[in-house]
């Protein structure tokens, strides 16, 4: 069976969906975000679709979705509602990629008792963590990994966003003893060819395939 991953992140906005987008194109994969909060600006699902060109049958539904843009306990709470880890299951997808994304970072709430890393911990897929390439990042995504691995996950590789920097990969690698496999530099256009592109060029494919 194809290996499927849980893209997270080190912050929200820190480049999720184009990473998320760029393996769905890479890897042949469907694309899944259980919880989106900000739909009224647009839902992830929709723009991973848009930027590597996915046919409908290639992203799944939604479990929780919300308009207001704020933290997944937050947008429930204001919805009237709470979000049930237990409600969301892994889709069915033989012999198929899932790329899942998570909202925003690891400690995010999802309730008034857990957090994004419990729902991480309950699908138990292997984990890609984006950080952002430049200054901040050592910390960001060394705290990341190290809440990743305090629950047993496994943390598969980090995937920097942004312009090289060799001696913050450098250092996340030695200091976090992880690799960064991978980069997506500055995207003039967002689109499958330049996400194909950039994989070909940046990425230590053996790690995916
Ligand atoms: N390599 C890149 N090239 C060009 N633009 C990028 C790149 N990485 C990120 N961006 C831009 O940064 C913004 C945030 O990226 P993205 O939506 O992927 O973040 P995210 O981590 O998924 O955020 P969220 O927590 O809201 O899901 C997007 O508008 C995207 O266009
Ligand atoms: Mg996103």
Redesign the pocket.
Known sequence: MKQSLFVT?T??????????ALLCAALDGIYWKPIQT?ASEGT?RQ?VKRWANLPDERTIPERYLFEPPVSPHLAARQSGTTIELSQIQLPPHPETTLIV?G??GVLVPVNETELMIDLMQQLNLPVIA?ARSALGTINHTLLTVGALRGRGLDVKAVVM??DKNEENERAVEHYGNVRVAGR????ES?NREALLAAYRSHFDRSLFE
Do not use: H, Y
């Open positions: 992140g912050d929200t906005d820190v480049g999720k969906t184009v990473l998320s900000g992830d723009t994304e909202a925003g984006a966003l942004g997506v530099p500055r995207l967002i």
